[in-house]
C-alpha cells in the first residue's frame, strides 16, 4: 500500500534527525511529568504549606523544597510538575484542533477546487485579518477566561496556514497517475481524499501540528499573564503571572520565576526542533544541510 | 498588475467588512451592562436609563449595526467610558508609539537577521552553526514578556542603566509626537522594549533567508555562474541575494501586521503608551468603546499589511499571479 | 436463633449508625469574589488563607478572581448573585468623623442600592445611626458608636479582616522631612505635606505615583483614591481636614453654629480663580447648591441632601439651614464640597439638563479651581502635571506637583530608586521589599501610618445560610487576622473588628479585635451546632428538615 508505507519511512527517517531526536526527547519528559505528576510532585501544588502557624513563603531552595516556596507557601517544583498536565492538554488539543481542521479544509479545497476553493481561501483571508492576542483577549472578558478559550482562539485563527500549504501540496498530487487511475477505477471522490491523500498530506499536517503547540501554550502564558488566565488550574503561564503580580523580580527569586519560562520556552522549542527534523524530510534539495 | 492591484484591493474591503462586522458581534455579546464604568455607584435607575438611550444601547440590533457602520466610514468611533475623551483622539495618541515601537524592532530585528542569516548559509557545519540555530530556536520559543521581563531586572532594576516603564520621564510633556520622536529620553525609554522584541522577532528572518539562501544558492543558474569563474561574493550578491530577499520582504511585511497587534504584552510588560496597552487596559475596564475602536484599528493594519504583502510579492516576483489557474 | 438476631442487629449498626443523625442538605459550595491577584495579591492572598480556615468548619469553598469591572458590576449590581467578596473601604480626610461610615455601611435605607452591600436589616442598628447622627454632645455620642460597634460584632456583617497601615516612601536628599505634616490615619501623603514640603536642593517637583488611572477630574466627580490628591490641590473647600483630624476653616475665614440647624460661614476674601476671575459669595452659594441639581452630580448629592436652604447674609458671608440637626456636617459636607466657579459652571449644568450625562463626566480642558495648585495637563493614563499657584495665600514651596500613573509595582519602585519619582505615594506591593530597598538606599525613607479604612469579607445575607447570625459568627471566629495581618498582608496592618480604625483614637473601642464571638474552631464549630447544623463526617449540613436552596455562585 503505497501510501502507508510513504509514510512509514518518514517517520523513521525523521527520528534518526538530531533535531528532532532532542525534540521529542523533552516531549516525552514533559508528557512524563505530565502523566506521573501525582507521583513525581512532593506536594500538592495547590496546598499552602506553613511554618508553625505563618505561612512558609518564599522559602529558598532546600532538600524539602528543590525549587522554594513561592509568596503564598506553595512548592515551585510540584507547581511545575502538574503545569506539565495543562501544558500538554492545551498544547495537545489546540493542535490537534488546528491541524484537523487545516488539514480538513485544505484536502477540500484542493482536491474539489472551484467554489468550494473560493469559498475556503477567501474564509482563510478573513481569519487571517484577525488579530491573534487582541481577539483572544476580547473572547476571554466575554467567556470565562481559561484553556478552552485559548484552545478556540489557536483553532480558529491558526488553521490558515495549514490550510494554505495541504492545499498546495493536495494541488500536485492531484494530477499523479495513481490518483488518476482511482478515480478511473470508480473510487468515490471522498474515498480518495480521505484514503488515498490524506496520508499523503499527514506528514506535512504533522509538521504544523508541532508548531501549533508550540503557539498555543505561548498564547495561554501571554492570557494568562495579561490575567485572563484561568485561575483554577495550575499553569506555567499561571505561574509567571502570578510571580510577576508578587514581585518575585524585585525579590530575586528566580527560583520561581525563571523555571515555568524556562519549561514553556522547551516546550515550544521542541515543537521547533521536530518541525525542523522533518524540514529536510519535506524540502529534500535541502537535505545536505 | 494593475487589474492584480484592483483584484487585491477589492478584496481588501471585503475582508475590512466582515472584519467589522465580527467586531460589532462580538462587542455587543460583552458581559455586564456596558456603561457601568461610566457611571457611579449611586446614580438613579432613571438616570442609568437615560444614559442607556444617550448611548443607542436599547434600539434594536440592526440599528445598532447601521448606526456603528455609519459613523466608522466617518471615523467616529464614540467616546471612552473611562477617559471620556473620543477614542479617536486616543488611538491617535497611542498609535505612532506602537508604529514606531514596531517599525524600530522589525527593521532591527531583519537587519540583524538577514545579515546572520546570509552569514550562516556560508558557515555550514561545525560548531557555529551547532549553537546558532537552536539559540535562535530559543529566542523565538521564549515568552516575549520572560524576555523583556528579565531585561528589565537586569538591565532597569539592577544594572540601573535603563528607564523601568513608560515614554517619557516623570514631568517631561512634549507638544507633539514629532517632539518626542527627535527627544533623547523617548528614545532611551524606548530602548528595552524594542531590544525585547528585537529578539523575539530576529529568529524568523535569520532562518528564512538562511534557508532561503541556501535554496538558492543551490540553484541551478548560480552554478552555472560559479562554473563561469565569478567570485562566491559577487555571486551571492548580484544573484542569491535578489532571489532570496523575496520571501523576507514578504516576511517583513506580514511581521508588521502581526506585531502592530502581537505587542500587547511587551507594552504591558514596559507601560509603553501604545495600542496594545490601551486595548488591554479597555478590555480589563469594560471601556468598550475604546476597546472595539483598538481591535478595529489592530485588525485593519493587519489587513492592509496581508495585502501589502500580497502585492509586494507579486511585484517582485512575476512568475506567480494571483488566482492561479487550474 | 439469638445468636442470628443479634449478628444482624450488630452488623445493622454501621448502617444505622450513618444515617443515625438526621441533618439537612449539604451546605451548597461556597464562593469568595475577589480581584485579580495581579491588580491586588494581599486581598487574593487573604481570601484564599479564609477559604482554608472555612474548610475546618466542613465547607467547600474556592477562591474566585474577577477582573475590576466585573467584580463592581457583579458585587454593586447583582445583590442575589454572590456568596461572600473581599472588599474595603478606604481611608479618606472627610472620613476622620465616623458618620460617613457608621450611617452608610449598615443602615436598612441603603440594602437596594446604596452602601449597604450585605444587606443588613436592623431596626435597633438604625436607631442607633440616626441617633449618633443627631447627636452634638461628644461624650454622648462616643457612647453611642462604641454601642453601634458592639451590635455590629455580635450581628458579624462582615468578617473583618485588617486595618491597613499606608506605606508611602521618600527621597530624603530632595524632601525636607520636618516640613511635611502626618494626618491621624491618612499618614505623610495628605494635603498638607504638598503645601508645605520644603525642598532640600534644586529639584523642586514633586513627583508621586499611582498604580491605577484616575477617572475624570472634575470639582463634581470623586475620582478614586489618588485622583483625589490631585482634585484636593486644584479645587479649594470652605474648610478642610486638618492633620489632627478636625475640620478648620480654609476657604472660608469663619464657620460657626448657631444653632443645631444652621452654619454661618464667612468667606475668605481676595481668592481668585485660576483664570484671574475673583471668587465670589455667589460661587460658594453655586458650589453648595450645585449637588442638588437634579440627579447631575450623583457622588455628591447625599452630602448636600440635608441642606434646606442657602442665604447670602452679607458681602462675603451666608448661612445654611439644615433640615435635621447634623453632627458630621462640617466634616463629611463643608470640609468635602469643592469650590467651583459659576461662571464656567453654571451654564454647564443649564446645558445638561436635558442630556444624560451627569457633570461627573465632563472634564474642562483645562480645569479651573482656585487652590493652591493649577492644572498644566493631564493624560489619564499616564500623568497629571499641576504647577503652583503663586497666587494663593497658602502658596506652596514646590514648583509643581506630578502623579505618574504606572501601573507596575515593580516598576515604581525602580522609579523610586532611580529618582523618576521623589515621592512612593501608591504601594501596593509587598511591604518587605520596600523596606529593603529602604534599608539598602539611604536616600530612600519610608514612613508609614494606620490607615483609617479597613479591608473585610462581606457576608451576602440574601443568600442563606448567610442570612444565619450563628452561621457568620462561626465564619468569623475561624478567622485569625493576626496571621491576616502578618501574612496577607506582610504585616503592615493590624487586626481589625471593626470599622472604626485605632487611628481615630476617640472613636475606636480598643480591643474589639478580641472580642469577636466564638474566637477559635472549637468555639465556632459549637456556634454551629448549638444552632442546629450538623456535621456529617467532614460536611457542615444544615439543620434537620433545611433544605439548600440557593444555587451555586457561577
Redesign the interface.
Known amino acids: 500500500m503505497l501510501p502507508w508505507t510513504r509514510g512509514c519511512r518518514s517517520v523513521r527517517s525523521v527520528r534518526l534527525d538530531p ?1 528532532a531526536t532532542v525534540g521529542f526527547t523533552i516531549y516525552t519528559a514533559i508528557a512524563a511529568m505530565a502523566v506521573f505528576a501525582r507521583q513525581l510532585a512532593p506536594y500538592d501544588p495547590k496546598a499552602i504549606l506553613k511554618v508553625g502557624n505563618r505561612i512558609a513563603r518564599y522559602l529558598p531552595l532546600s532538600p524539602e523544597h528543590w525549587l522554594g516556596t513561592n509568596s503564598s507557601g506553595r512548592d515551585v517544583l510540584s507547581q511545575l510538575i502538574w503545569g506539565a498536565r495543562s501544558a500538554l492538554e492545551v498544547g495537545l488539543t489546540a493542535a490537534f484542533a488546528v491541524v484537523a481542521i487545516g488539514t480538513l479544509l485544505g484536502l477540500v479545497a484542493g482536491y474539489l ?1 472551484g467554489w468550494a476553493d473560493r469559498v475556503i481561501t ?1 474564509f482563510a ?2 481569519v ?8 483572544m ?3 476571554a ?2 467567556t470565562r477566561p481559561g484553556a478552552g478559550v485559548v484552545i478556540f482562539t489557536v483553532a480558529a485563527l491558526l488553521w490558515p496556514n495549514t490550510a494554505r500549504v495541504i492545499r498546495a501540496q493536495v ?1 500536485s498530487l492531484r494530477e499523479r497517475a495513481w490518483v488518476e487511475a482511482a478515480r478511473v477505477t470508480g473510487c468515490s471522490t471522498a474515498r480518495i481524499m480521505f484514503v488515498h491523500l490524506l496520508p499523503q498530506v499527514l506528514p506535512l499536517a504533522a509538521l504544523y501540528g508541532s508548531v501549533a503547540i ?1 503557539w498555543a501554550i ?1 498564547a495561554e ?2 492570557a494568562s ?3 485572563f488566565g484561568d485561575p483554577e488550574i495550575i499553569s506555567w ?1 499561571g505561574m ?1 503571572q502570578e510571580s ?1 503580580a508578587n514581585q518575585a ?2 525579590r530575586g527569586a528566580w527560583n520561581w ?1 525563571a523555571p515555568p ?1 524556562a519549561a ?6 521542541a ?3 521536530i518541525s ?1 527534523g522533518s524540514e529536510k524530510l519535506l ?1 529534500p ?2 537535505a545536505d ?1 | 498588475m494593475l487589474r492584480l492591484a484592483a483584484g487585491r484591493l477589492g ?1 481588501l474591503v ?3 467588512w ?2 467589522t462586522t ?1 467586531t460589532f458581534v ?2 455587543r ?5 456596558p456603561t ?3 457611571l ?5 435607575q ?2 442609568r436609563a ?2 442607556l ?2 448611548f443607542g444601547l436599547d434600539r434594536s440590533l440592526w440599528e445598532q449595526y447601521l448606526i456603528y457602520m455609519g459613523n466608522l466610514l466617518r471615523g467616529e468611533l464614540g467616546q471612552s467610558f ?3 475623551k473620543s477614542v479617536a483622539a486616543l488611538l491617535g ?1 497611542a498609535l505612532p508609539n506602537t508604529v514606531i515601537l514596531t517599525l524600530v524592532s522589525l527593521t532591527a530585528a531583519y537587519a540583524f537577521g538577514i545579515v546572520a542569516g546570509a552569514f550562516l548559509a556560508f558557515r ?1 557545519g561545525g560548531v557555529v552553526e551547532a549553537l546558532a ?2 539559540t535562535t ?2 529566542t ?7 524576555l523583556g ?1 528579565l531585561l ?2 537586569g538591565l ?2 539592577q544594572a ?1 542603566w535603563f ?4 515614554a517619557l ?3 517631561k ?1 512634549m507638544g507633539s509626537f514629532s517632539e518626542s520622536l527627535i527627544s533623547a529620553d523617548y528614545w532611551w525609554h524606548l530602548a528595552l522594549p524594542a531590544l525585547t522584541l528585537m529578539l523575539f522577532l530576529q529568529g524568523l528572518p535569520l532562518l528564512l533567508m538562511r ?1 532561503t539562501m ?2 538558492v544558492l ?1 540553484d541551478e543558474f548560480i552554478v552555472m555562474a560559479r562554473m563561469k569563474g565569478l567570485s562566491r561574493w559577487s555571486i551571492v550578491m548580484r544573484h542569491a541575494a535578489r532571489n532570496a530577499l523575496l520571501p523576507v520582504v514578504t516576511a517583513f511585511a506580514l511581521g508588521l501586521g ?1 506585531s ?3 505587542n ?2 511587551v507594552e ?4 509603553w ?1 501604545g495600542i ?1 496597552r ?4 479597555a ?4 471601556d468598550y468603546p475604546l ?1 472595539q475602536g ?2 478595529l484599528l ?2 485593519a493594519v ?2 492592509v499589511m ?1 495585502t501589502v504583502a500580497d502585492l509586494a510579492y507579486a511585484a517582485l516576483d512575476p512568475r506567480v499571479s494571483v488566482g492561479a489557474k ?1 | 436463633m439469638k445468636r442470628w438476631l443479634v449478628a444482624a442487629g450488630l452488623s445493622a449498626i454501621p448502617f444505622l449508625s450513618a444515617n443515625a443523625q438526621p441533618a439537612g442538605d449539604a451546605v451548597r459550595p461556597l464562593v469568595i469574589l475577589t480581584q485579580p491577584q495581579a491588580a491586588s495579591p494581599q486581598d487574593y492572598q487573604a481570601a484564599e488563607m479564609t477559604a482554608e480556615a472555612w474548610k475546618a468548619l466542613g465547607l467547600k469553598v474556592t477562591v474566585r478572581p474577577l ?4 467584580f ?3 458585587v ?2 447583582e445583590r442575589q448573585r454572590w456568596d461572600t467578596t473581599t472588599w474595603q473601604m478606604v481611608g479618606r480626610p472627610e472620613r476622620s468623623d465616623p458618620d460617613e461610615l457608621t450611617y452608610n455601611l449598615f443602615v436598612s435605607a441603603n440594602i437596594a ?2 452602601y449597604n452591600l450585605v444587606g443588613l436589616n436592623s431596626p435597633d442598628y438604625d436607631k442607633l445611626a440616626q441617633a449618633q447622627r443627631e447627636e452634638l454632645d461628644l461624650p454622648k455620642r462616643q457612647a453611642l458608636i462604641r454601642q453601634a460597634q458592639e451590635l455590629i460584632n455580635q450581628q458579624q456583617p462582615y468578617g473583618f479582616m485588617v486595618h491597613p497601615k499606608n506605606l508611602v516612601a521618600f527621597n530624603q536628599t530632595v524632601w525636607d522631612e520636618s516640613s511635611m505634616q502626618v494626618q491621624a490615619g491618612i499618614g505623610i501623603r495628605n494635603f498638607w505635606t504638598w503645601t508645605n514640603l520644603k525642598p532640600k536642593g534644586t529639584q523642586k ?1 514633586v ?1 508621586v505615583n499611582s498604580v491605577a ?1 484616575p ?2 477630574l472634575s470639582p463634581f466627580n ?1 475620582p478614586g483614591a489618588q485622583g483625589s490628591w490631585a482634585t484636593e490641590l486644584v479645587w479649594d473647600r470652605l474648610m478642610r481636614i486638618g492633620p489632627d483630624g478636625l475640620p478648620r476653616p480654609w476657604a472660608a475665614e469663619s464657620v460657626t453654629r448657631p444653632t443645631a440647624t444652621t452654619v454661618d460661614v464667612v468667606l475668605r476674601s481676595g481668592m481668585k480663580w485660576h483664570d484671574g476671575l475673583p471668587v465670589t459669595i455667589e460661587d460658594a452659594v453655586f458650589s453648595l447648591e450645585a449637588p442638588g441639581f437634579g ?1 447631575k452630580a ?2 455628591y ?2 452630602f448636600v441632601g440635608n441642606i434646606a436652604k442657602v442665604d447670602i447674609t452679607g458681602p462675603m458671608s451666608l448661612r445654611i439651614t439644615l433640615k435635621r440637626p447634623d453632627a458630621a456636617f462640617l466634616v463629611s459636607s463643608l470640609s468635602k464640597l469643592n469650590l467651583a466657579p459659576k461662571h464656567i459652571w453654571a451654564p454647564i449644568f443649564e446645558d445638561l439638563k436635558n ?4 457633570a ?4 474642562e480642558k483645562v480645569p479651573v479651581g482656585s487652590g493652591p495648585f493649577k492644572f498644566v ?1 493631564v ?5 497629571i ?1 499641576l504647577e503652583a499657584n503663586k497666587d494663593h495665600w497658602a502658596k506652596p514651596n514646590v514648583d ?1 506637583w ?1 502623579m ?1 500613573i ?3 509595582v ?6 523610586l ?2 529618582g ?2 521623589n515621592f512612593l505615594t501608591d504601594y501596593t506591593g509587598d511591604p518587605d521589599l520596600l523596606t529593603q530597598l529602604a534599608k539598602s538606599t539611604p536616600t530612600i525613607k519610608v514612613a508609614d501610618s494606620l490607615d483609617i479604612g479597613f479591608r473585610f469579607i462581606a457576608y451576602n445575607e440574601r443568600r442563606p445560610p448567610f442570612n444565619d447570625v450563628a452561621f457568620r459568627r462561626a465564619l468569623s471566629a475561624v478567622m485569625d487576622r493576626e496571621a491576616l495581618a502578618a501574612d496577607a498582608y506582610g504585616g503592615a496592618a493590624v487586626p481589625a473588628n471593626s470599622w472604626i480604625s485605632p487611628a481615630l483614637a476617640f472613636w475606636a473601642d480598643p480591643g474589639i479585635d478580641k472580642r469577636v464571638p466564638g474566637g477559635s474552631l472549637a468555639a465556632a464549630k459549637k456556634i454551629l451546632t448549638d444552632a442546629g447544623y450538623v456535621f456529617v463526617g467532614n460536611e457542615l449540613h444544615y439543620p434537620v428538615g433545611v433544605k439548600e436552596t440557593t444555587p451555586v455562585y457561577n
Open positions: 533535531y477546487g477567501w483571508d478573513i487571517l485579518g484577525l488579530p491573534f492576542l487582541p481577539f483577549l476580547i473572547l472578558a466575554l494541488l508550540g505561548l502564558a501571554s499573564f495579561l490575567g503561564g509567571l510577576y523580580l524585585s520565576f519560562g514553556i520556552m522547551a516546550m515550544v522549542l515543537g521547533f526542533l525542523r524540502f534539495k535541502l544541510q | 478584496h471585503l475582508v475590512l466582515v472584519v465580527l462580538l462587542f455579546l460583552m458581559p455586564g451592562d457601568l464604568n461610566f457611579s455607584p449611586s446614580f438613579s432613571e438616570t437615560a444614559l438611550k444617550g473611562l477617559q471620556g495618541e555550514r540555530i537552536p530556536l530559543a523565538r520559543a521564549a515568552p516575549e514578556f520572560w521581563m528589565l531586572a532597569a532594576f540601573g528607564p523601568t516603564g513608560g520621564s516623570p514631568g510633556e534557508a541556501l535554496e543551490n502581526a502592530i497587534g502581537g500587547v504584552v504591558t510588560v514596559f507601560a503608551p496594545g490601551l486595548l488591554v487596559q478590555v480589563q475596564s469594560a476597546a483598538a481591535f489592530i485588525a493587519l489587513v496581508n487550474r | 477582573p475590576g469591572q466585573q463592581n458590576q457583579i454593586w449590581y442600592n446604596g517637583d513627583i488611572p477617572t475624570n470623586i440627579d450623583p457622588m448629592r447625599p442630556k444624560p450625562e451627569t461627573e463626566s465632563i472634564m495637563s493624560k489619564l493614563t499616564e500623568q502635571v509643581r506630578i505618574r504606572a501601573p507596575n515593580e516598576a515604581t519602585l525602580g522609579a530608586k532611580s523618576e519619582i
